[in-house]
């Protein structure tokens, strides 16, 4: 199982469209509204690393209103 943690920055204004296209992508099992650097994070779960990446890279990245994301994969070790 492949686990990741998306931090982003919306433009102005967009935190609440983004959180809402959040709802819509599957591999998101939970997000939440942040103060501080970034203005959002999400989960994101999948059973294989290639799909939790392209999710991030195809779905989460590409919504509109996005400005900028930092990603944290976990890993076990």
Do not use: S
């Not at 989960?43 to 990245?61: H, K, N, P, S």
């Amino acid at each position: 199982m492949a686990i990741g943690f998306v931090l982003m920055t919306t433009k102005p204004g967009q935190e609440a469209l983004v959180r809402k296209a959040l709802e819509n992508i599957d591999l998101v099992t939970n997000h939440w509204m942040l103060f501080g650097e970034y203005d959002l994070i999400a989960r994101v779960q999948a059973d294989e690393e290639i799909a939790l990446t392209r999710c991030i890279v195809e779905e989460i990245r590409q919504l509109p209103g996005i400005q900028d994301t930092k990603t944290l994969i976990g890993a076990e070790l």
